[in-house]
């Protein structure tokens, strides 16, 4: 209908001055100039009616072409000034889209082959490889993860979250701590975090699993996990340590027979004894003492790490147990003329820990830290809240950690050789058991440097609420 009434207005448009133009020459005189003219004027409407409505008919064709994503559709460039400036917008629009569809094209192939490479990399590596993103969804796993958690990857991605994770709950070798254990990988999520996974089905297997946060210039994006099959490792490890317990045990019954036979002819002997011989014999005693404290602290180190160390856990205040720390410390610190100082916020609140054990950290912690200190030195034993848990560090006035040797110092026997002369009497388990110990409440142990170039040993015991955050159903493994 619009089509009909612009051929109308077209026609009127080219007939009337037509008419006029034959009026103007004179022609209205003749009746048969009139017709005539008339006649012409219709038939050279017509004409030029029907060339625009095609050219019309033509854009409105391309411009359909067009909208239906065929890029190819041009109009010729003819006719008068307005419709070829019509057919140059309409086909640089259809070239302008082509361009852009090309553009397109190039980086949806650039995507895919970036996938595919992503993809391979995944499935190349030998390790489990699992990555969340930022709200905890599961957005990438590899065949190997798959393969090390006994579910295929397809499970794993479209899986049930939740059924995935009762399962494996259920083959953990721990399962009432699995999500404990899980969300400390979350718990601070710009650092990372490693545990131990012992799955009992479809095989026994130890799997070593890393996780660290994925961070780029728009912030945090997610976080990565790494699953390690260490089964063999953690065979050999089970061994020696049994070798280690063994051996310990068979030693400490002789060696506490010669302490106690030392004991008895230092004591007895009165004035018996040459000056030389009571020399050697109490060189002979201070060694064995110190013999002693090696055999059981590598006893206790062994059953600590094979989780044997009977583990009394209970709710209790900190602040006693600090106070207490400092009095069974002070005869060393007095003997050393070193001065130490308790610093406890108000609001330390309590923790759920192992007094006994707790003890033994703390006092080996203050041990360590007055045998290095310069006399006149102050150390300061101080705690206070934070949201991962209470937080308990021992600062000194000492020498420090050298940098490099850092990493080594919380591994057994790793007596730093810097301050020997200080230090004859330790065994260099010290740090490793205190590793252990905390680590078996679910804390963690480490080391600063001080401002001034002194120690700190600081260790975070979890509160309960830390460890029990909300959004756990999101996680699989
Ligand atoms: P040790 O029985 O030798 O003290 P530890 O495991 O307690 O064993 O400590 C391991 C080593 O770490 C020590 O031999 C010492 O070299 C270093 N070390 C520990 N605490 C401190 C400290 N506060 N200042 C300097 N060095 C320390």
Request: proline share 5%; net charge neutral.
């Amino acid at each position: 209908m619009a089509h009909l009434s612009l051929r109308v207005r077209c026609l009127a448009g080219v007939v009337g001055p037509s008419l006029l133009l034959g009026a103007a020459a004179g022609w209205s005189r003749h009746p048969v100039g009139l017709v005539a003219a008339a006649v012409g004027s219709l038939a050279l409407g017509a004409l030029f009616v029907g060339r625009l409505s095609q050219r019309i008919g033509s854009a409105t064709e391309a411009a359909r072409r067009l909208g239906q994503g065929d890029l190819s559709a041009t109009m010729p460039v003819e006719g008068s000034t307005d419709l070829r400036a019509l057919a140059r917008a309409l086909n640089s629009v259809g070239a302008a889209s082509a361009r852009r569809d090309d553009q397109l094209n190039h980086a949806l192939e650039n995507a895919a082959n970036q996938r595919d490479r992503f993809h391979s990399i995944l499935n190349a590596s030998n390790d489990g490889l699992l990555l969340y993103d930022a709200d905890r969804h599961l957005v990438a796993v590899n065949q190997r993860c798959g393969e090390l958690l006994g579910f295929s990857v397809h499970e794993l991605l479209s899986g049930n979250v939740g059924v995935l994770q009762r399962s494996l709950e259920q083959r953990s070798e721990e399962p009432e701590a699995y999500r404990d254990r899980l969300e400390r990988h979350f718990a601070r999520p710009l650092e990372p975090h490693q545990d131990l996974l012992v799955l009992s089905a479809p095989r026994r297997r130890v799997i070593r699993r890393y996780s660290c946060p994925v961070v780029n210039q728009r912030g945090l994006q997610g976080r990565v996990f790494t699953y390690t099959d260490v089964t063999t490792e953690s065979d050999i490890d089970r061994l020696k340590s049994e070798f280690v317990s063994m051996t310990s045990h068979e030693l400490r019954t002789p060696l506490t027979s010669v302490h106690g036979a030392l004991q008895l002819a230092l004591s007895g002997s009165g004035d018996r004894l040459a000056e030389e011989d009571r020399e050697l014999l109490e060189i002979s005693l201070a060694n064995t003492e110190r013999l002693v404290r090696l055999v059981n602290d590598l006893l206790d180190l062994s059953k600590i790490e094979a989780g044997r160390m009977p583990f009394c856990l209970a709710p209790m205040a900190l602040a006693p147990l600090l106070d207490e720390a400092v009095r069974v410390i002070q005869g060393l610190a007095a003997t050393r003329g070193v001065q130490v100082r308790l610093d406890v916020a108000p609001d330390l609140g309590g923790v759920s820990g192992d007094h006994d054990h707790l003890l033994r950290v703390l006092t080996n912690l203050l041990g360590n830290a007055i045998k290095y200190s310069p006399p006149g030195s102050v150390v300061v034993l101080e705690a206070r809240p934070t949201p991962e848990g209470a937080v308990v560090a021992v600062l000194d006035q000492g020498p420090g950690i050298p940098h490099d040797q850092v990493d080594r110092l919380f591994r057994p026997f790793s007596r730093l050789g810097v301050h020997e002369r200080q230090t004859s009497g330790g065994t260099g388990l010290g740090l490793a058991i205190s590793r252990a110990l905390i680590e078996q409440h679910g804390g963690r142990i480490w080391f600063e440097r001080t401002p001034a170039g002194g120690s700190q040993f600081a260790f975070v015991l979890p509160s309960p609420s830390a460890t029990h955050k909300a959004g756990s159903d999101l996680a699989v493994a």
